[in-house]
């Protein structure tokens, strides 16, 4: 049974400075890792998807995948209260069966 | 395009009635996901579908969830007889490939009393 942990928070951060989520999975098999963002009462959207050891980066975001630690990371810079948000941790096979983490809520205080 | 279309956005049944969700996918993608989401058990998968045809369903709970999906526009979740515990957003998805970029629905929050 796969497994992904997350913290589930609140993590509170101030506005403008650097937001660090962290994500550890199960299956030392595992290829494939997604970010996605669910704002309240709203469904999740894709933020970052990444496959190989290393970093990542897409404007204010940063994914980083430590496949020896089996430790995926979410880098957000100049945090921004847009950003408060629950942020979902994921690990599949491509779009097939992706298992979700709990989520951490993630709090930017203006 | 108008992205995943998911009904009815509320329902609130009592316990052992029926309760039928509904989907309809992003023209194009071949992929639809069924999603639970609770607190207590966050995001769970509970059937996926590949151009129509179930490919996994170890995530369906029990006998009483079903799933199909008649042709590739639409597809529906069947809870009979329903029950508390099944109370939770069900979320619909669908994909083009094995992308891993899922579109979601906005959900259908289900209340079993």
């Known amino acids: 049974q796969k497994e992904v942990e997350q913290n589930s928070g609140p993590l509170s951060v101030p506005e403008g400075a650097i937001a660090s989520l962290n994500c550890t999975y199960s299956d030392r098999g595992s290829q494939s890792f997604f970010w996605y963002r669910q704002y309240s009462g709203k469904s999740p959207e894709l933020i970052m998807f990444i496959y190989s050891n290393g970093d990542k980066e897409d404007g204010r975001f940063t994914a980083q995948l430590n496949k020896a630690s089996q430790y995926v990371s979410l880098l957000i810079r100049d945090s921004q209260p847009s950003d408060s948000a629950t942020y979902l941790c994921a690990e599949g096979e491509g779009a097939q069966k992706l298992v979700f983490g709990q989520g951490t809520r993630l709090t930017i205080n203006p | ?113």
Request: hydrophobic share 35%; glycine share 8%.
């Open chain 2, 1 to 113: 395009d108008a992205g995943v279309i998911q009904s009815p956005r509320h329902e609130v049944t009592e316990m052992g009635q029926e309760v039928t969700l509904r989907c309809k996918p992003i023209s194009g993608h071949d992929y639809l996901f069924w999603y639970r989401q609770t607190m207590m058990r966050g995001l769970e998968l509970l059937i996926y579908f590949n151009n129509n045809v179930p490919i996994d369903d170890s995530g369906m709970p029990e006998d009483r969830f079903s799933a199909k999906m008649p042709n590739a526009s639409f597809s529906t979740l069947k809870i009979q007889p329903s029950e508390p515990r099944d109370s939770a957003v069900y979320f619909c998805a669908s994909s083009f490939g094995v992308s891993g970029e899922l579109f979601f629905g906005e959900g259908s929050r289900l209340t079993v009393l």
